[in-house]
């Protein structure tokens, strides 16, 4: 199996500008975490979802942050528009279901700095 | 209010010495408590989970865990530290709902 696919692995984009990632979760896995890493906050839950659904978006810094799930084997995190303290590693998560005991199996993440 | 502390930022051992890395938790259930280790550039790779049971926890790579509900503990071990265990670790936990709250990590410096 090739494992949580994200892409890119590198994004360096100017203020204002928009920013799409993108993630395939492992096929057969109905469940999907978006997460960010920097320094200061350490490693954040923005978003999850269940079976294309998003549960819950809490995390979801605010209304620039925007993520969807078309399908089984497709995420997109989108921020519009991107700010400097946006700089952050963006790692996707995927798990056969949703629940306590689920093992989530992360991407390499996608690294993003914003001038 | 629900947490995950891990006390230590940084720990530097010797190879061949033993590990402990500490992580305490604040939740109002059972928790399922779970350690995953991030080595450079890389995503988070699960070492082990706990759910009920036997309190010692085995793991990939070496690693073994003890739950100790009095002291809100989750400790991580291992009795000989190899150089490639140098990465960052992360405790944390599953909410019953699968929502995940993760400490600030403990990154490891192995010495050779």
């Known amino acids: 199996d090739a494992g949580v696919i994200q892409s890119p692995r590198h994004e360096v984009t100017e203020m204002g500008q928009e920013v799409t990632l993108r993630c395939k979760p492992i096929?057969?896995?109905?469940?999907l975490f978006w997460y960010r890493q920097t320094m200061m906050r350490g490693l954040e839950l923005l978003i999850y979802?269940?079976?294309?659904?998003?549960?819950?978006d809490s995390g979801m810094p605010e209304d620039r942050f925007s993520a969807k799930m078309p399908n089984a084997s497709f995420s997109t995190l989108k921020i519009q528009p991107s700010e400097p303290r946006d700089s952050a590693v963006y790692f996707c998560?995927?798990?056969?279901?949703?629940?306590?005991?689920?093992?989530?199996?992360f991407g390499p993440g996608t690294r993003l700095l914003v001038l | 209010a629900q947490s995950v502390t891990q006390p230590d930022i940084h720990i530097t051992v010797s190879e061949g010495a033993s590990l402990e890395l500490r992580c305490n938790y604040s939740?109002?259930?059972?928790?399922?408590l779970f350690w995953y280790v991030q080595s450079p550039g890389q995503g988070l790779q699960l070492l082990l989970k706990?759910?009920?049971?036997?309190?010692l926890v085995q793991g990939i790579k070496g690693f073994e865990a003890e739950f100790k509900r009095s002291q809100s503990s989750f400790n991580l071990r291992k009795p000989s530290v190899h150089w490639s265990d140098a990465a960052e670790y992360f405790c944390?936990?599953?909410?019953?709902?699968?929502?995940?709250?993760f400490g600030d990590g403990t990154t490891l410096t192995v010495k050779p």
């Open positions: 998560a995927s798990s056969v279901g949703v629940g306590a005991g689920e093992t989530q199996y």
């Open positions: 096929s057969g896995h109905n469940s």
């Open positions: 979802f269940n079976n294309n659904v998003p549960i819950d």
């Open positions: 939740y109002g259930a059972t928790p399922y």
């Open positions: 706990y759910f009920s049971g036997d309190t």
């Open positions: 944390g936990y599953n909410t019953n709902a699968g929502k995940s709250t």
